[in-house]
């Protein structure tokens, strides 16, 4: 498997909250650094808003943001020019405290899904368009990035700390249907530390294979729709946070990808180029 890798910021902080909005801009968040940057489509960089602890983010239909503060327990929206509007979700969701909101999505009727990262206790919770609200997913040990199967069925979760992803089968949006299962257990650092193995931010191409960012581990896995091992991408970026497909086609996947080099930095954001027809021979 060929790929090839172009840095295209290299910034004082880490970096997470990888997207793309689709009018050829790139936008991340940096946690610590308090805001969130832009990449626009001449390679321009900018500051494009400020938060307290930007995270995970998602670009609506509309245009606007709603992004993760993980120091105010809050999901953020932002206009599509960075200015604040309001919390959708400030310290309490479906009646429970909200510790750490880490990553988010929506789906294709613009409901929420978000995962709280917490030790043992994080839950996922979800919020409707019409605002109804609730716990999807409680008791795992640091719920992280997380994606929606094509039909929407099926809920993956990263569950860091226990360096595996979870499936939470769904009757409806945000209506569990069963008990989340192990979907994929992931590669283990040769150290055997468990902060060397923490996956992290998730997304789905178009065959519906799995991308999992791998923190600790240097690396992107990529995993079949049933959830076998098809191959690893090393980033370069020791603590590789998160990613989003850029442009996919029959020969190629591209990807934005976080992280960096230790917390709270320094950190980059990096262009991958993942090239399929050597999988083929």
């Not at 009018?23 to 969130?36: A, M, R, S």
């Not at 979700?89 to 880490?102: E, F, L, M, R, T």
């Not at 249907?177 to 979907?183: N, Q, R, S």
Request: with cysteine.
């Amino acid at each position: 498997m060929h790929f090839s890798i172009k840095k295209i910021l290299d910034l004082p902080f880490y970096t997470e909250g990888p997207v793309a909005d689709g009018d050829g801009n790139f936008l991340f968040t940096t946690l610590t650094g308090g805001f969130i940057g832009k990449i626009d489509k001449r390679g321009t960089y900018s500051v494009w808003a400020e938060a307290a602890c930007p995270n995970g983010q998602v670009v609506l239909k509309d245009g606007s943001h709603l992004v993760c503060d993980s120091k105010e327990a809050s999901i953020k929206r932002f206009d599509k020019s960075g200015n604040f509007i309001e919390n959708k979700v400030q310290g309490i969701c479906a009646g429970s405290k909200v510790y750490c909101p880490n990553d988010l999505i929506t789906d294709t009727a613009g409901n929420i899904y978000f995962t709280d990262s917490v030790r043992e206790t994080g839950k996922v919770f979800f919020q409707s368009s019409d605002g109804k609200e609730i716990v999807v997913a409680e008791n795992m040990d640091y719920p992280n990035g997380l994606v929606l199967s094509g039909d929407g069925k099926q809920l993956f979760v990263a569950e860091s700390y226990q360096n595996r992803i979870m499936m939470v089968p769904l009757a409806a949006p945000g209506i569990v249907l069963g008990k989340p299962e192990v979907f994929a257990r992931l590669p283990a650092h040769f150290s055997g530390e468990i902060t060397g193995n923490l996956p992290d931010g998730l997304a789905r191409d178009q065959e519906g294979n799995l991308w999992a960012a791998h923190y600790g581990m240097s690396a992107v896995q990529v995993l079949s729709p049933e959830g076998n091992f098809l191959f690893s991408i090393d980033t370069t970026l020791p603590l590789t946070s998160n990613l989003c497909f850029v442009q996919e086609n029959e020969l190629t996947r591209t990807i934005l990808v976080t992280g960096g080099y230790g917390e709270p930095g320094p950190g980059a954001v990096l262009m991958i180029t993942v090239y399929l027809q050597s999988l083929k021979c």
